[in-house]
Structures are given as structure tokens and as C-alpha cells.
């Protein structure tokens, strides 16, 4: 499994911008599964951006026209770009990344490499 170190997290206030960076051991060739999930305090982790193995990027309805997930394959890394934040999407921010041999991204996330987290706070 590759290891995955994040950062760019950090305090914001409203409607302002960050970006989140994830970068990879190594990304040895073959396709990867490269997703952004949070957990806000009290709350379940959530899925917020995903890119898929066949490059397709979904986004959660919460955050879909605010954040942009890309990946640069070259740097064995992938971003989260977060614009317009808002209060609500205070929480840890974790990357996860796998090797995948086709289209769709494996459903159980023990079968993900994660990131430490990287705490994004949004003030009023």
C-alpha cells in the first residue's frame, strides 16, 4: 500500500478558499481510486470527492460547484481545491488512495491507504 501525507489545511473564514494536498509514496503506473472524505466533530466520516479509476470525478450534493478534486500522477499526488467555505464544512480532512483495475472505486474503506487528517475550520 502507498503511504499518503496531506497537507494545506488550516483555519478560513467564510467564503474563503483552501487547498488540500495529498501526496503519495509513490504511484507505481496502473490507475488509482483518489478520495477526499471528512469528519466533522460527533459526525460519521463522509465521502466529499472522489476521482474514479477511469478518471471520472464525483462530488458529494454538500460540495458540489465549491470543491474540485484533481490529481497530478507525475508528483504521485492529488488536491482538493475548496472554495466559497462555509461553517459547515468544518472537520478532518483525510485522503485515501488505492490501486484499482478498473472503472469504480471499492466500496469498504479498509481497503483504502489514508492520509493523517488535516483539520479545515470555517468561521463566521
Known amino acids: 500500500q502507498v503511504q499518503l501525507v496531506e497537507s494545506g489545511g488550516g483555519s478560513v473564514e467564510a467564503g474563503g478558499s483552501l487547498r488540500l494536498s495529498c501526496a503519495a509514496s509513490?504511484?507505481?503506473?496502473?490507475?488509482?481510486?483518489m478520495r477526499w472524505f471528512r469528519q466533522a466533530t460527533g459526525k460519521e466520516r463522509e465521502g466529499v470527492a472522489t476521482?474514479?479509476?477511469?478518471?471520472?470525478?464525483t462530488y458529494a450534493e454538500s460540495v458540489k460547484g465549491r470543491f474540485i478534486i484533481s490529481e497530478d500522477y507525475s508528483k504521485s499526488s492529488f488536491y482538493l481545491q475548496m472554495n466559497a467555505l462555509k461553517t459547515e464544512d468544518t472537520a478532518i480532512y483525510y485522503c485515501?488512495?488505492?490501486?484499482?483495475?478498473?472503472?469504480?472505486?471499492?466500496?469498504?474503506?479498509?481497503?483504502?491507504?489514508w492520509g493523517q487528517g488535516t483539520q479545515v475550520t470555517v468561521s463566521s
Open positions: 476521482i474514479r479509476g477511469d478518471g471520472i470525478r
Open positions: 509513490e504511484y507505481t503506473g496502473g490507475r488509482y481510486c
Open positions: 485515501a488512495s488505492v490501486r484499482v483495475y478498473g472503472t469504480l472505486c471499492p466500496s469498504p474503506l479498509n481497503a483504502y491507504s
